[in-house]
């Protein structure tokens, strides 16, 4: 127990910050035999920590050495906690350097999206847990909310344990599928599980699920019929294409948002920097709903204004109509020919993943090799996609409506998916990218990089993260400085640090600092503030200055006894995937 705790402290304390100088490092100059001893670094010579999750994504973008380095040092943490426990240590050099590779790259498979060990917890905890069901006689159903393709909509009230004298209801919203409807059921079968999954995984980012109900004919009422029922609690009517519809958006919902009223109306300049807030906060909830459900493996394939409802307690839109959501991390709801879309919204790709991806595993197989499926395709990019057309719609009045959009989707399209031909042959005023120009041309910067086409379109994979240019994840997009409100353009002369290996089996020697290639190399060019980039180049410098006391001999060894190893796992795996 006393291990575990220390243990657990060491990966929290991992977590607290995107960067933070390390506390101890290892000795590199063990011998045989000798007591491992741990010193204190000086701040100039630590090596780079990173959190989890940006570690994982550091990884995708190429920033390989950071990573690395980040995966030793929470190695050594490990092993500075065995230490102090008393724990024996191999005192065999080539043991030592097989478990210097071994163990970070295990702790960094294990931490991966979207999370292999996570994966094989929620299939624990989706086989134990059993979903909370409510009786026909406590739902009394009201109003009519809405009414879509495959259900419809109600407002309504849940007496539990039944209708009582001074008890008072829970307001919820209910749904069910239309009778008759052709894959109707397979719609409601797939929502209740997605809403059960990402009420476990990511509550935060989706309308609070309460439970279904099986109602009986013999307990059939009025508008309550005969079937199964979806409840969710009440949180709010107005869905984003409600409200950005109103003749007054964005000042309709400013006081929600914003916790403020657009003032000064009359004006030309007071108000557009909270037009440009109001915008810059609801994409923020939405990339922020959008990147933990990434985090979780679910892809929601029907993003769109009319699937995100304002919480009236909370102030931020929810993601709803979880029907087409598709589970990567268990393979539920995944047919690699088949897909679920709005075309309006749709991206131009139309499929998560290639068509001729194997059917994924079943689970918790899939939860193992799901890393390895997420980085080779980036399913996540669909929903992006869909984002950029919502932040084009929210800034540019004329697109808002269902006809103006369509109207962009077919000239975008002809124009090459290009949003600077478009803008060229477009006959919108100026005045209509008021938002999107604000801060330089922050808006734009990112409606651009969301809206490209996928330029792998045409590989059996879809990676991205290899690509100069691509569509950004979630997380990355929330980084932006248009998100992130910060007012300096973004000059594109980041150095980005690739390791050398030309010069294997002896340690590469890492470049110096000005002579590094440009950040134009990777594929979000411009997601990264001023500041950002003069603190990142001190980083780079300590990582440097730390490489130069790594044990080349030790890395050989490591890389000698491990890569076969690891080779030969993959291959079984992707072996059995593929056979299966």
């Known amino acids: 127990m006393a291990a575990m705790a220390s243990l657990s402290l060491s990966s929290s304390s991992l977590r607290s910050s995107l960067f933070s100088p390390c506390s101890f490092r290892r000795d590199l100059e063990l011998k045989r035999g000798e007591k491992r001893s741990f010193s204190r670094c000086d701040r100039g010579r630590c090596v780079t920590r990173m959190a989890v999750p940006e570690l994982v994504e550091a990884l995708q973008l190429g920033i390989v050495p950071e990573a690395h380095q980040s995966m030793v040092q929470l190695y050594h943490d490990i092993l500075h906690s065995a230490v102090k426990l008393g724990v024996p240590l191999p005192v065999d050099e080539n043991a030592l350097a097989y478990w210097d590779v071994a163990l970070p790259a295990a702790l960094l498979y294990s931490t991966a999206a979207p999370g292999p060990i996570a994966g094989l917890v929620d299939f624990v905890q989706g086989h134990s847990n059993s979903p909370p069901v409510f009786r026909a006689y406590e739902v009394e159903i009201g109003r009519q909310m809405g009414e879509g393709s495959f259900g419809i909509v109600y407002e309504g009230l849940v007496y539990k344990g039944g209708k009582r004298p001074g008890k008072q209801p829970v307001r919820v919203v209910l749904k069910k599928s239309k009778a008759g409807v052709a894959g109707g059921d397979d719609m409601r079968n797939a929502e209740i599980h997605m809403n059960r999954r990402l009420q476990r995984t990511a509550p935060e980012a989706c309308a609070e699920f309460l439970g279904t109900v099986d109602v009986p004919s013999s307990l059939a009422r009025g508008k309550l019929t005969e079937g199964v029922w979806l409840i969710w609690k009440y949180q709010g009517y107005k869905t984003l294409d409600y409200c950005m519809k109103q003749k007054n958006f964005p000042e309709n919902i400013s006081e929600v948002v914003l916790g403020q009223k657009i003032k000064n109306r009359g004006s030309k300049a007071a108000p557009r920097n909270q037009e440009v807030l109001v915008v810059q906060k609801i994409m923020q909830q939405v990339l922020t ?292």
């Open 289 to 580: 709903n959008l990147r933990d459900l990434h985090r979780s493996g679910v892809v929601h394939r029907d993003l769109k204004p009319l699937n995100l409802v304002l919480s009236e307690d909370s102030g931020s839109f929810k993601l709803i109509d979880l029907g087409a959501c598709v589970d990567i991390r268990s393979g539920f709801n995944y047919t690699p020919d088949e897909t679920v879309i709005d075309p309006t919204y749709a991206a131009p790709e139309h499929y998560v993943m290639p068509t001729c991806t194997p059917t994924l595993p079943p689970d918790p197989l899939c939860s193992i090799i799901s890393p390895v499926v997420w980085l080779l395709n980036t399913p996540d990019r669909f929903d992006l996609y869909s984002s950029g057309l919502i932040l084009m719609q929210l800034s540019v009045k004329q697109l808002r409506q269902d006809v103006g959009l369509q109207t962009f989707n077919t000239h975008f399209k002809r124009a090459g998916y290009d949003l600077d031909v478009w803008r060229k042959r477009c006959t919108l005023s100026s005045e209509e990218f008021a938002i999107l120009d604000a801060d330089g041309g922050a808006g734009w910067e990112l409606a651009k990089a969301m809206l490209q086409p996928r330029h792998d379109k045409a590989s059996n994979i879809w990676p991205s993260a290899g690509l100069r240019s691509s569509r950004p994840s979630a997380a990355a997009a929330l980084r932006h400085r248009f998100i992130r409100g910060t007012l300096l353009p973004l000059p594109l002369s980041i150095p980005k640090l690739v390791p050398d290996f030309t010069s294997f089996p002896s340690l590469p020697s890492l470049p110096s600092v000005p002579s590094l290639p440009s950040l134009a190399q990777l594929q979000v060019p411009a997601f990264f503030g001023k500041s950002a980039v003069e603190s990142a180049v001190g980083r780079l410098r300590n990582i440097q200055e730390a490489a130069q006391n790594i044990d080349s001999e030790r890395v050989q060894t490591a890389l000698k006894s491990t890569v076969p190893t690891a080779a030969t796992s993959a291959f079984v795996l992707a072996t059995g995937w593929i056979v299966s």
